[in-house]
């Protein structure tokens, strides 16, 4: 074996951080050949002859059953998200009436909500890492489920606000978790599905908005003497029948689907014989009776040198690191253990290998979200304050929200744009690229036009545009970290996108 020179270690080093990532997990497991060493790294020419031994394995399961159903489920949690989001859009209006509040306080009913989801990202995205996937993927939506339906019956202002934070703990883990959880499941090829999946996000809004439509102005206060208590409940029955629903989501996650815990978390925690018996359950479930074992797989402390090791990876906790610690016997060590192992996790993202990538993600994340949220929120508001202002006042609140059905229709065909264009010559970068300038200018028109016909059509490009450009980044954030660090990252990239 040749030694190598520490100019050609750096050279090589350089080479590896530059890599593009591609969600397929290449410093994980690798197939051997003949040819292999220990002393070897992943370069880009090794990712294009070797394929990952556990992306090898999924392919040949394929594309079947449980993919298409655990699409749906975790469809259902993006969903989940954004209707949500758009239930606080379009009750707003409604509460601030209820509660008879000025302008400036109302719009802590969406920072409670965002707040909530904020820490809810960062909660469910770290423990994804260290406790698994299944958990957290089954307790986001219970949380939301309760604490959903509870915000119903709120007496106060106040009330509203705390219940509306502790639901956005919960729905605020659905972004991160249900997609790293569906990408380590699906065949490489098959990765744009996750792009695709944010249609089910798009629909979301589009079921609040319907909803919204029929429930609200039957139930709603149009007169400044009427009595709220009695008159303006609608609200409080979109509160309740969005719990109602996401407790049926909840019902099929548990009740309809033989959830398994992500492979990949499982072998990059080398734990590969559970996840063997895994993969044989979904080859079973997909009708495919190949032979799957444990020596099909080799973990990372088998192939990657210890020196390559020090820049390309984390010393993340794992069971063969460390001797378990129970709460019962010893609280104060079970509680450090635990810190010190999600201090770890988001530790390693910022490490040679991943702090570029990370802080320009989060950034994208932030500053996206930040002018997207601002615009969606309000904008019923808004075109209800511009009725007013323009002496309309008959059937009002019906036009307003008819016009929101429109403005959240137009999103769905901006998912399904950004699931066909990523597999073009624009890729993810492009695609964003060109879906956040068709955003801003879109926004810039919405700005200065006078007519209602304008206002619609100028409001109708930016939820294709934005919407667009949501589905690419939901889809880019998870690809393009790998399995050790993929739902924290997630989780935190959704945190900033809640600021």
């Not at 901006?414 to 068709?438: C, D, N, P």
């Amino acid at each position: 074996m040749s030694t190598k020179n520490s100019n050609d270690i750096d050279e090589e080093r350089t080479m590896f951080i530059k890599l593009p990532s591609s969600g397929t997990d290449a410093a994980e497991i690798v197939v051997e050949d003949d040819n292999s060493s220990d002393d070897s790294i992943l370069l880009q020419d090794d990712i294009a002859k070797k394929q990952t031994a556990l992306d090898s394995v999924i392919t040949k399961i394929g594309m079947g059953k449980f993919q298409k159903q655990l699409l749906v489920l975790c469809g259902l949690g993006w969903l989940a998200d954004n209707m949500w989001l758009q239930c606080i859009a379009v009750i707003l209006p409604r509460v601030q009436k209820h509660f008879g509040l000025p302008n400036s306080l109302i719009g802590a009913l969406s920072s409670s909500l965002f707040t909530g989801m904020m820490f809810g990202a960062l909660f469910w995205g770290v423990l994804s890492d260290t406790h698994g996937r299944k958990q957290a993927f089954n307790w986001t939506l219970a949380v939301t489920t309760f604490f959903g339906i509870i915000a119903s019956f709120a007496q106060s202002f106040f009330q509203l606000c705390f219940m509306l934070f502790l639901l956005g703990f919960g729905v605020g883990g659905n972004m991160p978790v249900d997609g790293a959880l569906f990408l380590e499941f699906i065949p490489k090829e098959h990765q744009y599905l996750l792009t695709f999946m944010s249609v089910f996000f798009s629909f979301g809004a589009v079921l609040s908005s319907v909803l919204a439509y029929f429930i609200l102005p039957p139930n709603s206060c149009t007169e400044d003497d009427c009595n709220v208590f009695e008159e303006n409940n609608g609200w409080r029955y979109m509160l309740a029948i969005l719990g109602s629903l996401t407790f049926l989501m909840l019902m099929c996650r548990i009740f309809f689907f033989q959830l398994q815990e992500s492979p990949k978390y499982l072998i990059s925690r080398n734990r590969k014989h559970d996840a063997v018996l895994v993969l044989r359950k979904i080859a079973k479930i997909n009708g495919n009776n190949m032979q799957i074992q444990a020596s099909d797989f080799q973990t990372p402390a088998n192939t990657t040198n210890p020196r390559n090791r020090s820049f390309s990876s984390f010393p993340f906790p794992n069971e063969t690191q460390h001797a378990k610690v129970e709460f019962t016997s010893d609280p104060i060590s079970y509680i450090k253990y635990k810190t010190s192992s999600n201090i770890e996790v988001v530790m390693s993202l910022f490490t040679r290998k991943w702090f570029m990538t990370t802080i320009l993600v989060w950034c994208i994340w932030t500053l996206v979200s930040f002018a997207y949220t601002m615009f969606n929120v309000f904008l019923p508001k808004y075109l209800e304050s511009l009725g007013l202002d323009n002496g309309e006042s008959d059937s009002l609140m019906q036009d307003v929200l008819k016009d929101y059905v429109v403005y959240s229709l137009c999103g769905v065909p901006g998912s399904l744009a950004a699931a066909w264009l990523i597999e073009t010559v624009l890729g993810r970068i492009g695609t964003m690229s060109i879906a956040t300038f068709g955003t801003a200018l879109s926004v810039f028109l919405f700005s200065v036009v006078k007519s209602h016909s304008s206002e619609i059509i100028s409001s109708a490009m930016v939820s294709f545009l934005a919407t667009l450009n949501y589905a690419v980044i939901y889809g880019y954030t998870p690809e393009v970290f790998e399995s050790k660090v993929r739902g924290t990252a997630c989780g935190i990239a959704s945190a900033f996108g809640r600021v």
